[in-house]
C-alpha cells in the first residue's frame, strides 16, 4: 500500500495533528468544526448578515460558545460566477474582525482568501490558519505560508468562481483530487511547509457537477494523501437543493448535518459550516457509535 493512499483497514487519522500557530488539534477520534463568518454582501447563504462588526463578533461569540474549534473569516465572495473585489475592500471587511477576536480568544483564526497580500495582513493581524480556493496555486501565497507557521487548508477547483460551473468535466474525479492533493503537499513541504500545518479541502460545488460531487462524499478515503486530514465544506451547497429538487437556502440545513455525519463517518475530520450546533451535534452523535 503506497504512503499517499494508506487504504481503509487502518485509521488514516491516527495519530494525526492539525498544526496552526500555536494551536494544535487532535484528530484521531474527535473531529473539528469551522463556523463561517462570511463579511461580504453576497455571498450566497449569509452575505450581509455580518457586515457590521459588533453583529459579526456576536456571531463569532455565539459560535463558540456553540461548540466552534476555528472560525473561518471571508471578505469575498466565493459562491459561482462571483466578481473579485479589491484588496483595500477585502481588508478592510476582515481586519477589523482577526483583530478583535485576537484580542479576545484563543482560537484558531481562517483567513479565506486567495490573495497573498490579504493573507498576510490575516496573520498580522492575529489569524493563523490561510484557507485558499485556489489551492496555493500563486508561488506567492506558498512565500507568505512558508514565512509563517499558519496552519493552510488547500481546496481543490476546476477553473475560478467566475467560469468553474459552466461545463466541469473529469475522466475519474477522485483520481484527479487526489493527484492534486498529492502534488500540492509535496509543493508545499519543498517550500518549507510543514506536513502536519497542511489540511485538504476537494471543493464541492467548486466546479464539479451532482454527480462529481456525490462520488467525492463517498470516496473521501480514497483521496486522503499522506495522512493529511480531509476538511469538508459542503453547508447549504446547491447541490442539496437540487437532489431535494427545493432550492430554498432554508431547506438545506438538515441535510447538511446529516452529510456531516455521513463524512465523518467516510474520514472527513474537519468540517466548515454555517449552524455550528446542529452541526457539532450531529459529528458528536456518529461519533459515539463508530
Given at each position: 500500500?503506497?504512503?499517499?493512499n494508506?487504504?481503509?483497514?487502518?485509521?488514516?487519522q491516527?495519530?494525526?495533528?492539525?498544526?496552526?500557530?500555536?494551536?494544535?488539534?487532535?484528530?484521531?477520534?474527535?473531529?473539528?468544526?469551522?463556523g463561517?463568518?462570511?463579511?461580504?454582501?453576497?455571498?450566497?447563504?449569509?452575505?450581509?448578515?455580518?457586515?457590521?462588526?459588533n453583529?459579526?463578533?456576536?456571531?463569532?461569540?455565539?459560535?463558540?460558545?456553540?461548540?466552534?474549534?476555528?472560525?473561518?473569516?471571508?471578505?469575498?465572495?466565493?459562491?459561482?460566477?462571483?466578481?473579485?473585489?479589491?484588496?483595500?475592500?477585502?481588508?478592510?471587511?476582515?481586519?477589523p474582525?482577526?483583530?478583535?477576536?485576537?484580542?479576545?480568544?484563543?482560537?484558531?483564526?481562517?483567513?479565506?482568501t486567495?490573495?497573498?497580500?490579504?493573507?498576510?495582513?490575516a496573520?498580522r493581524?492575529?489569524?493563523?490558519?490561510?484557507?485558499d480556493?485556489?489551492?496555493?496555486?500563486?508561488?506567492?501565497?506558498?512565500?507568505?505560508?512558508?514565512?509563517?507557521?499558519?496552519?493552510?487548508?488547500?481546496?481543490?477547483?476546476?477553473?475560478?468562481?467566475?467560469?468553474?460551473?459552466?461545463?466541469?468535466?473529469?475522466?475519474?474525479?477522485?483520481?484527479?483530487?487526489?493527484?492534486?492533493?498529492?502534488?500540492?503537499?509535496?509543493?508545499?513541504?519543498?517550500?518549507?511547509?510543514?506536513?502536519?500545518?497542511?489540511?485538504?479541502?476537494?471543493g464541492?460545488?467548486?466546479?464539479?457537477?451532482?454527480?462529481?460531487?456525490?462520488?467525492?462524499?463517498?470516496?473521501?478515503?480514497?483521496?486522503?494523501?499522506?495522512?493529511?486530514?480531509?476538511?469538508?465544506?459542503?453547508?447549504r451547497?446547491?447541490?442539496?437543493?437540487?437532489?431535494?429538487?427545493?432550492?430554498?437556502?432554508?431547506?438545506?440545513?438538515?441535510?447538511?448535518?446529516?452529510?456531516?455525519?455521513?463524512?465523518?463517518?467516510?474520514?472527513?475530520?474537519?468540517?466548515?459550516?454555517?449552524?455550528?450546533?446542529?452541526?457539532?451535534?450531529?459529528?458528536?452523535?456518529?461519533?459515539?457509535?463508530?
Open positions: 500500500m503506497s504512503e499517499c494508506p487504504g481503509r483497514d487502518s485509521d488514516p491516527d495519530g494525526v495533528v492539525w498544526r496552526a500557530g500555536s494551536q494544535t488539534w487532535p484528530l484521531g477520534r474527535k473531529a473539528l468544526i469551522m463561517i463568518l462570511n463579511v461580504t454582501p453576497d455571498s450566497f447563504s449569509d452575505g450581509g448578515r455580518h457586515l457590521d462588526l453583529d459579526t463578533l456576536a456571531a463569532a461569540h455565539r459560535f463558540l460558545e456553540e461548540g466552534a474549534d476555528i472560525l473561518d473569516i471571508g471578505g469575498e465572495s466565493t459562491r459561482p460566477g462571483a466578481e473579485p473585489v479589491s484588496v483595500d475592500l477585502e481588508l478592510s471587511r476582515i481586519l474582525v482577526i483583530e478583535k477576536l485576537a484580542e479576545r480568544h484563543s482560537l484558531g483564526i481562517s483567513i479565506d486567495c490573495k497573498p497580500v490579504v493573507a498576510e495582513a496573520l493581524a492575529g489569524a493563523n490558519i490561510v484557507n480556493i485556489s489551492g496555493f496555486r500563486d508561488p506567492k501565497m506558498i512565500e507568505v505560508c512558508a514565512n509563517s507557521d499558519c496552519g493552510v487548508v488547500v481546496m481543490h477547483m476546476q477553473g475560478s468562481p467566475q467560469t468553474m460551473q459552466r461545463n466541469p468535466a473529469y475522466l475519474d474525479v477522485v483520481a484527479e483530487v487526489r493527484d492534486f492533493f498529492a502534488e500540492r503537499f509535496q509543493t508545499l513541504t519543498r517550500a518549507g511547509i510543514e506536513s502536519a500545518r497542511i489540511v485538504f479541502d476537494p464541492i460545488g467548486f466546479g464539479k457537477t451532482l454527480r462529481h460531487n456525490l462520488a467525492l462524499l463517498r470516496g473521501v478515503q480514497d483521496y486522503l494523501v499522506y495522512n493529511r486530514p480531509i476538511l469538508m465544506g459542503l453547508s451547497k446547491s447541490f442539496i437543493g437540487a437532489l431535494l429538487n427545493d432550492l430554498s437556502l432554508g431547506r438545506r440545513e438538515a441535510p447538511t448535518q446529516a452529510l456531516t455525519a455521513l463524512t465523518r463517518r467516510n474520514g472527513a475530520m474537519i468540517h466548515r459550516v454555517h449552524q455550528v450546533k446542529e452541526n457539532v451535534g450531529a459529528l458528536r452523535m456518529i461519533e459515539a457509535v463508530l
